[in-house]
Nanobody, 127 residues
Framework: QVQLVESGGGLVQAGGSLRLSCAAS????????VGWFRQAPGKEREFVAA????????LYADSVKGRFTISRDNSKNTVYLQMNTLKPEDTAVYYC????????????????????WGQGTQVTVSS
């Protein structure tokens, strides 16, 4: 069973930066495609970014493109989400998700494409 643990959330002023981490255990991490999603109060969970298990392919939501960067270090079983130029509308609980059935360069924006989910980490951006 794969376990995912997010960390790195917190309170930051608008324009600031945070780096989220998603640490995985329980399965060969290098074979997992990983995505980041977020959910703000009263809103549906939305896609943020994804990375293939090879790290070759990445995908971003339009709302974060150019500000967020997803990366992975398979030797550390960890995926990162570097978030720059944060805005109040980025405030949400951020979740990482992993899928173990993906081709090497596949990236997915739909929650149904992922088998495993973390518990989330809160990101709050003040104006």
């Amino acid at each position: 069973q794969v376990q995912l643990v997010e960390s790195g959330g917190g309170l930051v002023q608008a324009g600031g930066s945070l780096r989220l981490s998603c640490a995985a255990s329980g399965l060969t991490f290098g074979s997992l495609s990983v995505g980041w999603f977020r959910q703000a109060p009263g809103k549906e969970r939305e896609f943020v970014a994804a990375i293939s298990w090879t790290g070759v392919s990445t995908l971003y939501a339009d709302s974060v493109k150019g500000r967020f960067t997803i990366s992975r270090d398979n030797s550390k079983n960890t995926v990162y989400l570097q978030m720059n130029t944060l805005k109040p509308e980025d405030t949400a609980v951020y979740y990482c998700a992993a899928g173990n059935l993906a081709p090497p360069t596949a990236v997915y924006r739909t929650p149904a494409s992922y088998n495993f989910w973390g518990q989330g980490t809160q990101v709050t951006v003040s104006s």
